[in-house]
């Protein structure tokens, strides 16, 4: 299967990654993930994608685009990934369907997690307590959740327009969430 996880930040998606790569057995793919590991390890795209990150806007189209298309090129994703953070503009979108077509491949399913703002917004300054994560600050996050309703939630209706969208409530426990999810995902797969 191909799979997007979509969502604002603290969704959850993060969690819910997990949890379906290990029942589907299927690639995680993280750009949020991978930018963080070149942040780490101070290379120069780290250097490039830090001046964004810090502030919660997105790093150029043009630089997640290239990371992703050398990512899903690699032996264990041929046959099926869940890209986690990725599309995030419509670009970005538009790009990674004619990576795939020009494969003859489809995405299978956009799943978009659904969490409103004030819940995001104390959930993310829980994570930040335990993880300490640079971009968890409350006006770092008021930012990238402006940025996820502008620019990244309009995505929702290109893919509602392939007929693969299905939207989650991301409220209540993990494994309710992940119940919802699942739901979705074993029909897909039957
Ligand atoms: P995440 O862990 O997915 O919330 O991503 C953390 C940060 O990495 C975002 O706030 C962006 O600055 C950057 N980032 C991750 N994925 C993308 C993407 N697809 N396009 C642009 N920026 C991204």
């Given amino acids: 299967m191909r799979l997007i996880l979509f969502g604002p930040p603290g969704a959850g998606k ?38 964004y990150m810090e502030k919660g806007e997105l790093v150029p189209d043009g630089v997640v685009i ?11 994703a041929r046959n099926g ?8 503009t419509v670009p970005q979108a538009e790009a990674l369907s004619e990576m795939l077509n020009s494969e003859g491949e489809t995405i299978d399913a956009v799943i978009s997690i659904e969490v409103g703002d004030e819940e995001i917004v104390k959930r ?3 994570r930040q307590k335990i993880e300490g994560r640079r971009d968890d600050t409350e006006d770092v996050v008021r930012n990238r959740l402006k940025v996820y309703r502008s620019q990244t939630e309009p995505l929702k209706s290109y893919y509602a327009e392939e007929g693969v969208l299905f939207e989650i409530d991301g409220l209540g426990a ?17």
Avoid at 33 to 49: F, P, S
Avoid at 66 to 76: L, P, S, T, V
Avoid at 174 to 190: K, P, Q, W
């Fill in 174 to 190: 993990i494994e309710d969430v992940f119940g919802r999810i699942d739901g979705v995902l074993s029909e897909l797969n039957a």
């Fill in 66 to 76: 290239g990371i992703i298309k050398d990512r899903i090129a690699e032996k264990d």
């Fill in 14 to 51: 993060g969690t819910q990654a997990k949890k379906i790569t290990d029942k589907y057995m299927t690639a995680h793919i993280s750009t949020g993930d991978m930018l963080r590991a070149a942040v780490k390890n101070g290379t120069e795209l780290g250097l490039l994608a830090n001046s």
């Fill in 124 to 126: 993310i300054l829980e």
């Fill in 81 to 88: 990934f869940m890209l986690d953070g990725f599309p995030r």
